[in-house]
Structure formats: C-alpha cells, structure tokens
C-alpha cells in the first residue's frame, strides 16, 4: 500500500464518525425545543388516530425515529421512551423502546469504532500507564462492567455507547449487554408513559422524580449489585493469592 493512500484510507473510515457528528450538531440545534411533553401532549390524538389506523407502520416509523434519537444523542430520549408506553402500552411498549434504543447505540458504537475507536484502543494498548491498565481490566470483567453501565443511572447513555467504542469492545457483547441492561430502566419509563393519558387528560405533565423513589431505584440497583458480584469476586480471589 502506497504512502499516498492511507490518508485517503483513514478518511473513508472516518466518514460515518463525521457524518453522525455533523447529523448530530444540526439534530440538536433544529430538535432542541420540539421534542417535549408539551409536543406529545399537542400532537397526542393524532398521534393516536395514525396508530389505530396503521398500526404496524406506526410501530416502525417509532421505532426508526427513537433509534435515530439514540444514534445521534439528541435531545428528547426521555420522551422518546415515554411516548412508545403512551402509543403502544408497557408491552409491546417496553419491547419497541427497548429494540429501538439498542439499534440505535449499536450504531453510534459501530460508528465511533470504525472512525476512531479500534485506532485509539489500540494506541492506549501500545502506550501502556493506568489507561491500559484500565482497559485491560475492563475487559477482563466486560460483561460485568458493560451492564453496570447500563444499569447504573449515573453513567449517561451516550457516554456508555462511547467509552466500549474506544477501549475495544467486541460488537456482540456490547449489543447484548446494552439490550439486557437497559430492560429494567425501559420498563420503568414505559410503564410511566403508559399512564401519560391520564395525566394529559388532567392537564398535567409527567412527574419523573417517581423513577428516583426507593420502590423503583432499589430493584434496579440490586440489578448493578449482582452485575458487579463477578468484579468483587475476582477481586476477592486475586488477593488470597
């Protein structure tokens, strides 16, 4: 291979990377007072009126929609989440949004991969220091390490589709662990969302601080406790050694 044509080979991948930066920045800028509850509460019979009339392609257009949402980190996930309990029920509310966010993560990562992802893994490889010694550790618990990502609310969701892109994450487990740890979080909003008719009928808007109460928080965080066993275990054994 010629000198000359790895730039041009370095740009190609980069391309999609680029793309999604660009889609990314105009998405936010258009999108940034659209997608809101007081939106779903104005658009919400016609909303109903197109689901009960074309069911099926309601479901997809939703679900392409709330994946593109994930893909490009704009604003408006929440609702997102939200409107699929609203339109479709907890279930097969709770199955769409959860398809959906997880096509759409799994996009970004592939992505932010293919752009940068494999290059910069490999170079904090090579580097050594605390940040190989970090990604070797990730990746020596990954799965265990992936799904508290998920599970725990205070690693933001695209910072969790990022941070595996750029360690060196292998694709399937970054798809099944996004798709298993994000359930009981997907379940609770769509089971919110569920109940919106309600609450717009009353002329009110959802009341999220119900997702920080103990009887929701603490099922999700045995979640984390249990995903993290496998890490302390581990850890326990090293030092006996």
């Not at 793309?19 to 019979?45: C, I, N, T, Y």
Request: hydrophobic share 60%.
């Amino acid at each position: 291979m010629s000198s000359a044509s790895l730039p041009k080979s370095s740009l190609t991948r980069r391309l999609p990377l680029i793309a999604l930066l660009l889609v990314a920045g105009a998405g936010a800028f258009a999108l940034r007072d659209k997608l809101s509850f007081a939106m779903l509460a104005e658009h919400q019979q016609t909303l109903i009126a197109y689901r009960d009339s074309h069911y099926f392609w309601s479901a997809m257009a939703f679900m392409a929609a709330y994946a593109l949402i994930v893909a490009l980190s704009l604003p408006g996930a929440t609702v997102a989440t939200l409107t699929g309990g609203f339109l479709f029920g907890l279930f097969p509310g709770a199955l769409f949004n959860v398809c959906a966010a997880t096509l759409g993560a799994v996009a970004v990562f592939t992505a932010v991969r293919a752009g940068a992802g494999a290059e910069t893994a490999a170079r904090i490889a090579a580097r050594g220091g605390a940040a190989a010694r970090l990604q070797a550790a990730l990746k020596d618990n990954e799965w265990s390490v992936l799904l508290l990502m998920r599970l725990v609310p205070a690693v933001p969701f695209f910072l969790a589709n990022l941070i595996p892109a750029f360690v060196g994450v292998r694709l399937d487990r970054f798809a099944i662990t996004t798709f298993l740890g994000i359930i009981p979080g997907g379940l609770v909003f769509t089971s919110v969302g569920a109940g919106l008719g309600e609450v717009f009928a009353r002329g009110e808007m959802p009341d999220l601080n119900i997702l920080f109460t103990p009887a929701v928080m603490g099922p999700i965080l045995g979640l984390a406790a249990l995903s993290a066993l496998p890490i302390a275990i581990k850890l326990i054994r090293r030092n006996r050694t």
